[in-house]
Nanobody
Framework: QVQLVESGGGLVQPGGSLRLSCAAS????????MGWYRQAPGKQRELVAH???????NYEDSVKGRVTISRDNAKNTVYLQLNSLKPEDTAVYYC???????????????WGQGTQVSVSS
């Protein structure tokens, strides 16, 4: 019904930058909240950043000042700009979206397949 496709991950040196993108497609009437999560090996998935439809944002403490989440509602796309990357940022990054489907009442959450971010010298 809805597909979320992430891109932009890769290998970067400490201090480097990456920009992740997540495009949603399918039976979308409206996308409400969107977010980026990450999961490092052996750890639980955690919220990195969250953005509402009107652009209000919040960030996990360890990434504040280094990460910016943004979205383009016309393109059903959410972005995550990662700057000053550290080895501890290494993880699979997943996007998440709360979607109201066409011809439906209510909403549900969808996940992307994940994109690997590796920070290493």
């Amino acid at each position: 019904q809805v597909q979320l496709v992430e891109s932009g991950g890769g290998l970067v040196q400490p201090g480097g930058s990456l920009r992740l993108s997540c495009a949603a497609s399918g039976r979308i009437f409206r996308i409400n909240d969107m977010g980026w999560y990450r999961q490092a090996p052996g750890k639980q998935r955690e919220l990195v950043a969250h953005i509402t439809r009107d652009g209000s944002t919040n960030y996990e403490d360890s990434v504040k000042g280094r990460v910016t989440i943004s979205r383009d509602n016309a393109k059903n796309t959410v972005y995550l700009q990662l700057n000053s990357l550290k080895p501890e940022d290494t993880a699979v990054y997943y996007c998440n979206a709360e979607v109201t489907l066409t011809y439906s009442i209510g909403s549900r959450y969808y996940w992307g397949q994940g994109t690997q971010v590796s920070v290493s010298s």
